[in-house]
């Protein structure tokens, strides 16, 4: 089944009518509001639109079913940039959480744990939660500066490694 099939249009429909067909099966086939509530359909219809909405991997793919539709080229005109931004590529998706990705709170719950500390210092008066507070303040302030380096740094590590 070719993505035009997917779409219920022809390998000669232009890109507004390729975006109305994916706009009408999307609303038929999302899992959370269509009237039929299938993933893999779905699924078959953003891999047909994230192929039919680029021009060039549209190309692409005509060239590999040896469909030899020209694709229009956008003009100078008003309608041009909004072609030209409904075109652009989507972003990828982006990647399942890791444990890793919650390292960005812990600046949040050293602080938390010091504002706990100091009050329970107040209310029973042992000396030992104020200190305790006293020195997880400028720690929390430490990591708040620090950790986002450390997921920064992980982060571009991963797209290296391509993950």
């Not at 100091?118 to 997880?136: E, I, N, Q, R």
Request: aromatic fraction near 6%; include cysteine; proline fraction near 8%.
């Amino acid at each position: 089944m070719t993505h035009y099939e997917v779409l219920g249009v022809g390998a000669s429909a232009g890109a507004d009518e390729i975006r109305r067909a994916y706009h009408a099966m999307a609303r038929r086939h999302h899992p959370d509001l269509g009237e039929v509530r299938d993933t893999g359909t779905m699924q078959a219809i953003n891999g047909a639109w994230a192929v039919l909405s680029d021009p060039a991997r549209r190309r692409a793919y005509d060239a590999e079913l040896g469909i030899g539709v020209p694709q229009p080229r956008p003009t100078g005109s008003a309608d041009a940039a909004h072609i030209a931004f409904m075109h652009e590529p989507d972003r990828p998706p982006r990647p399942a959480r890791t444990p890793g990705d919650h390292l960005v709170m812990v600046p949040v719950a050293l602080l938390v744990l010091a504002a706990a500390c100091f009050s329970f210092s107040l209310v029973s008066a042992l000396k030992v939660f104020w200190v305790l507070a006293v020195v997880l303040l400028p720690v929390a302030g430490a990591s708040f500066l620090v950790m986002p380096l450390f997921v920064l740094r992980r982060d571009r590590r991963l797209a290296r490694l391509g993950r």
